[in-house]
């Protein structure tokens, strides 16, 4: 298991842009996809964007692509997800996962991953 925590979360206007950072705690986070996942009140936890573990591959649901960006910087253990032109739908807590060795289309789904972090609350105002 890989403990992760999110951080960078909270209140911003629509329009405005955001960053929410994931610290992982292995030694060997080169070989990890890692994926942001988001839950809103009421609704299931949904894929927001994933790279993988080489960071050659990235997807992004199509609500974000073009206003999301997810990045990765082995060698301080951290993946990010640089959130612009955000709109009050986007409102959510933000959650990072960690799947060893994943690189494919699978990075995707929730059930894939198998190390959470406890989440950061992502809050656009109209």
């Known amino acids: 298991q890989v403990q992760l925590v999110e951080s960078g979360g909270g209140l911003v206007q629509a329009g405005d842009s955001l960053r929410v950072s994931c610290a992982a705690s292995?030694?060997?986070?080169?070989?990890?996809?890692m994926g942001w996942f988001r839950q809103a009140p009421g609704k299931e936890r949904e894929f927001v964007a994933a790279i993988s573990w080489s960071g050659a591959r990235k997807y992004y649901a199509d609500s974000v692509k073009g206003r999301f960006t997810i990045s990765r910087d082995n060698a301080k253990n951290t993946v990010v997800l640089q959130m612009n032109s955000l709109k009050p739908e986007d409102t959510a807590v933000y959650y990072c996962a960690a799947k060893l060795y994943g690189s494919g289309d699978e990075i995707q789904y929730a059930l894939q991953y198998t190390s959470w972090g406890q989440g950061t609350q992502v809050t656009v105002s109209s």
């Open positions: 292995t030694r060997t986070f080169s070989n990890y996809a």
